[in-house]
């Protein structure tokens, strides 16, 4: 289950941001997923709530943005999203086609809340 892997590199990232700044807690965490990395988003939440337990990101919500496969034919133009033809154009049998999405993994937004200043 590579997802928990993926959870303790996005918290040690989280936390190491944490560090930087003024944070109390982390509400919402939004991630993007691209297809083609083969994460399944219920087994990321979970593995997200078992692992953020005693820390700033403990009820956090997780949301995740599900990126669709897209391929590109640089020789036709044609777009395709099935990943029976990832190395060949279905429309004109050429290989020299790219990626556009589905490999994303990124962080792309944060909600936290910030210590308070303690007064005398």
């Not at 936390?15 to 399944?40: F, H, P």
């Amino acid at each position: 289950m590579h997802e928990m892997s993926i959870v303790e590199a996005l918290m040690e990232q989280i936390i190491e941001m944490s560090q930087d700044e003024d944070w109390e807690a982390v509400t919402r965490i939004r991630l993007k997923v691209g297809a083609m990395r083969q994460i399944v988003p219920d087994i990321l939440k979970f593995c997200f709530n078992v692992a953020s337990k005693g820390t700033i990101m403990e009820n956090a919500l997780l949301e995740i943005d599900e990126i669709p496969l897209l391929i590109k034919c640089d020789e036709c133009g044609y777009l395709w999203s099935d990943r029976e033809f990832l190395g060949m154009c279905p429309k004109c049998s050429s290989i020299n086609v790219n990626l556009l999405n589905g490999m994303e993994l990124e962080l792309t937004n944060l909600e936290v809340e910030m210590k308070h200043a303690k007064t005398c």
